[in-house]
């Protein structure tokens, strides 16, 4: 029996009754009140030029790929360690993903390895700040800038984490963010694009509402709306949006609770890891993180199989991540080999990821470290 699970998605405040005041609004479709407070939001906390909720963090993906334009002949530069949406985005266009490694300390991208993959064809660098710790976003920009590259954010992990003291999702060009129930704020199924270049935020609305002008029209900058560019729905139900807004304005408490699960983890490990040849995370003195998973990297395979066993016999669960992308069925049609990304290929075996979620008690992190004790 499951004792303590990985994940648990969390009532934390008053999302029944914001839902309950979106059907009483009549007004559940996208864009409502709660929608547009989500917004208001994101863009005054983080200082973001636009922000738009939609569907799931991997159509905000796919939005930023039909606003940089990607097509057949394009290459983007992404790296294997990441979720197969941030990749499907600009294949969707048609456009070559290219996979870097990440760095062995902090499972980002490794931005030493940039720019020998870079060639006239790059458009755009998808960037993953994984477990919500930043990328190193000063060297990645400036390459970025010196090829004439676009950056983009992934920051599914990362809402509210920061880059020497910048939010993440506020460096790219373009950011996007994921309320699925697995992220530290959900509301089921959702996600935001972030737009930081002011030039994508005319056509993203468009490309959000089907490709028509409507956003314009409902402003009343327009008198009639009509369809001016390709695009599709991605905006949500308002009353997503109003379980969202009760997970916004509950921020602290989730971030405190977070903070504190990631702190009794990392304290409580540091000892039982180093006898066991055992690796706790990295994160450097510049990043502010944002407390989204606690990961161990254990010595190979074989131990972290036998390891999830002890800890499922114990009623616990811990997940294993990403498979390397590069050298899965589709990965190996964009020319992807073993050995390519060595980091990735090493880390993915070894990455063991433990129950995180808000509701866990002290007493579960207790037996959680005790059961990891006895291993
Ligand atoms: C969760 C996640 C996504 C996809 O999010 P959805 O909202 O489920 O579409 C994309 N990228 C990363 C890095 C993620 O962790």
Redesign the pocket.
């Known amino acids: 029996m499951i004792k303590i699970g990985f994940n648990k998605p969390c009532v934390v405040g008053k999302e029944l009754y914001y839902i309950a005041q979106a059907v009483e609004n009549m007004h559940i479709s996208g864009d409502g009140v709660f929608t547009k407070r989500c917004h208001t939001y994101l863009e005054r906390e983080l200082g973001v030029r636009k922000a738009l909720l939609t569907t799931?963090?991997?159509?905000a993906?796919e939005m930023s790929a039909l606003l940089l334009n990607l097509q057949p002949g394009d290459e983007v530069i992404v790296p294997s360690f990441?979720?197969v949406?941030?990749v499907n985005a600009f294949v969707l266009r048609g456009a070559k993903a290219v996979f870097v490694d990440i760095r062995p300390d902090t499972l980002n991208i490794d931005e030493n390895k940039l720019e020998a993959l870079i060639t006239p064809r790059t458009k755009a660098i998808y960037v993953?700040h994984y477990a919500g710790v930043a990328c190193e976003m000063d060297r990645i920009m400036a390459i970025a800038r010196q090829h004439h590259i676009e950056v983009i954010e992934?920051n599914?992990?990362g809402l509210f984490g920061k880059y020497k003291g910048r939010w993440l999702g506020t460096i790219g060009c373009m950011a996007?963010q994921?309320?699925?129930e697995?992220?530290n704020f959900t509301c089921g199924?959702?996600?935001a694009l972030l737009i930081n270049d002011a030039n994508y935020v005319e056509r993203a609305e468009i490309i959000r509402e089907k490709g028509t002008n409507r956003s314009r029209f409902f402003r009343g900058q327009v008198d009639k709306y009509t369809w001016c560019d390709i695009g599709s729905s991605y905006l949500p139900s308002d009353i997503l949006a109003a379980y969202l807004w009760a997970q916004f304005e509950a921020r602290q408490q989730i971030q405190t609770k977070r903070q504190m699960i990631w702190e009794f983890y990392h304290a409580a490990l540091q000892t039982w890891a180093s006898k066991h040849g055992i690796v706790t995370p990295t994160v450097p003195k510049e990043c502010d993180q944002s407390y989204h998973m606690y990961y161990i990297l254990l010595p190979d395979l074989d131990t972290r199989t036998r390891l999830i066993s002890h800890l499922k016999a114990n009623g616990i669960t811990a997940v294993f991540h990403y498979l390397p992308l590069h050298l899965s069925d589709m990965g190996r049609q964009f020319d992807g080999q073993p050995g390519d990304c060595p980091v990735t290929e090493d880390i993915s075996d070894r990455l063991l990821r433990l129950p995180f979620h808000n509701e866990l008690t002290m007493s579960d992190l207790e037996e959680v470290v005790g059961v990891l004790e006895g291993f």
Do not use: Q
């Open positions: 799931n963090c991997t159509h993906l990441t979720f949406s941030t993953v992934d599914a992990h996007t994921s309320f699925h697995t992220k199924e959702g996600g």
